[in-house]
């Protein structure tokens, strides 16, 4: 097989949560220029609009919205079924909707915490194992691809103008775990499960992270940059290809060199 063959995801199914803008949005452009359809997943109705209207007019990528709280268990499984009867089995997921909350631990709200630990690894085990359970297992085939972060990877970082971010960096590293210990499990059904760490890359989230620290975040970087809206599609062509057929159980850090410092 030739490698335009081997990265080619036409006749694939692709549920991308917290798809309606930054990562996901960039994840949803990579898989969808490959050949995929893809099923969206966000809160907001009007930004999975303009996210599959994007999409639509600037890469010609016809893509369905779904609207679902994923901090809402109850509406996980009807979800799953809505991308299901849109656009068939689920091929590749994208486990990508996330939250944080900065603050002091000493300070840090115990519903702030619970906030973010149910979003980013609670939800995040219910759609993969109602992904698994529907599509990829009974099938024996599929790609789950989790984002991490580099911060689920050590302690975190020494900025003080930064604000701590203990939930997060917690939910991160059991994403990476998650991911290890789902591949070990998986394997047996050929099911990949892989994790990407991404580094900063201006988005939403880390809006008040920019304005705090400035050109500073891209100079923590040996590449002195931070990340750009191209910097993960190569891997993720890779994860969601068979490109990527032999790699599962990985943590691939996109972060412009930060974590070999």
């Avoid at 099923?39 to 679902?68: Q, S």
């Avoid at 194992?129 to 020494?158: C, D, F, T, W, Y």
């Avoid at 591949?183 to 892989?194: D, F, P, Q």
């Amino acid at each position: 097989m030739g490698v335009r063959q081997l990265f080619d995801l036409g006749g694939r199914v692709a549920l991308v949560t917290g798809g309606s803008r930054g990562l996901g949005l960039q994840i949803a452009e990579a898989l969808g220029e490959l050949g995929a359809r893809v099923a969206l997943v966000a809160r907001k109705g009007d930004e999975l609009d303009a996210a599959a209207a994007h999409l639509a007019h600037t890469v010609g990528i016809e893509a369905v919205p779904i609207v679902c709280d994923l901090a809402e268990p109850s509406t996980i499984p009807s979800m799953v079924a809505h991308a299901e009867a849109a656009l068939g089995p689920i091929d590749i997921l994208v486990n990508n909707a996330g939250a944080t909350w900065g603050a002091a631990t000493v300070d840090l709200p115990l519903a702030a915490w619970q906030k973010v630990i149910e979003l980013n690894l609670t939800a995040m085990f219910l759609v993969t194992q109602e992904v698994g359970k529907r599509s990829m297992v009974p099938r024996r085939r599929g790609k789950v691809i989790n984002v991490a972060s580099i911060l689920g990877l050590g302690g975190g970082h020494a900025d003080h103008r930064r604000p701590a971010t203990l939930a997060y960096n917690t939910s991160k590293g059991g994403v990476v775990n998650f991911t290890r210990a789902l591949a070990v499990e998986w394997g047996r059904h050929n099911i990949n499960v892989n994790a990407i760490a991404p580094g900063f890359f201006p988005t939403k989230m880390t809006k008040g992270i920019l304005e705090m620290i400035g050109e500073d975040a891209a100079h923590h970087a040996p590449l002195d940059r931070v990340g750009g809206p191209e910097d993960l599609k190569g891997v993720v062509a890779l994860l969601a290809s068979d490109a990527g057929a032999f790699i599962t159980g990985q943590i691939i850090a996109v972060d412009g060199g930060v974590t070999a410092m």
